[in-house]
């Protein structure tokens, strides 16, 4: 039986400055497949356009040309209220920096999302409390971000990432500020969301070793794809430490 294909690229090219003498094409004609249940990373270093792809992945760019298919939805010539859409419901989002909105709660900032998608109040305090719980932050509920530690603020934006249940979560350089102990702690949350509840997850990294994690690894060098390799991740060793 075939999986679900959740991100279809086709020929991706993304120009800046089209149409003028200092156009410059970032993207060379991006081929990429993600199936459903995958946990791939996109690695590469500064400048070799894994961030121009990311948001594209994510739906915050357009394409300049190619086709791309998210879960399904050809994007290529929707709106910008249904690009939203699609990011709000079908991508969960975490970001090296975080993107907490200061002024809110960790159960606000969960619940956020859930907000926008039009839920009740009701429905959405009984999600982002059960997801909060998942990542061991309940005890936090009701702190504000500057009360909360690195690794904490980066687990409530996990929670928040899966506020509504999306097809994909999007991890941007998730432990880049973080340090060591901690970052390892956030990277066996998104081992657990994988194994236990089949999340597909695109990790964009410049670290090798936490890409060798990962069950894909596709490199990225002077925009295009230079390798796409399925390995056998490396177990890492679990933590118990609280961040």
């Given at each position: ?26 993207l ?8 459903e ?87 959405r ?36 990432a ?7 979560i ?33 990790l964009?990294?410049?670290n ?10 596709v ?25």
């Amino acid at each position: 039986m075939s999986r679900k294909t959740v991100i279809d690229m086709t020929d991706i090219v993304k120009t800046f400055y089209m149409d003028t003498p200092n156009e410059l094409e970032i993207l060379h004609g991006i081929d990429l497949k993600v199936y459903e249940g995958e946990f791939i990373s996109i690695v590469g270093a500064s400048g070799s356009g894994k961030s121009t792809l990311m948001n594209i992945v994510g739906a915050l760019d357009r394409p300049t040309s190619g086709e791309y298919i998210l879960d399904g939805v050809s994007i290529n010539k929707m709106s910008s209220n249904e690009l939203s859409q699609i990011r709000n419901k079908k991508i969960g989002f975490v970001f090296q920096t975080f993107n907490l909105i200061p002024r809110s709660t960790a159960l606000g900032n969960v619940e956020l999302p859930m907000l926008y998608a039009g839920l009740s109040s009701k429905a959405r305090s009984t999600r982002a409390k059960e997801l909060l719980e998942l990542v061991e932050m309940s005890d936090r509920s009701k702190h504000m971000p500057n009360e909360l530690s690195g690794g904490q603020k980066q687990r409530v934006s996990i929670a928040r990432a899966m506020a509504n249940d999306p097809a994909i979560i999007l991890a941007d350089e998730p432990t880049g500020a973080l340090d060591s102990t901690t970052g390892r702690l956030v990277m066996d949350l998104f081992h657990s969301l994988h194994k236990n509840q089949g999340k597909t997850i695109v990790l964009i990294t410049h670290n090798k070793e936490l890409a060798e994690e990962t069950e894909r690894i596709v490199t990225i060098h002077d925009g295009r794809i230079r390798s796409d390799k399925s390995i056998i991740p490396e177990e890492p060793e679990v933590n118990h430490e609280s961040a």
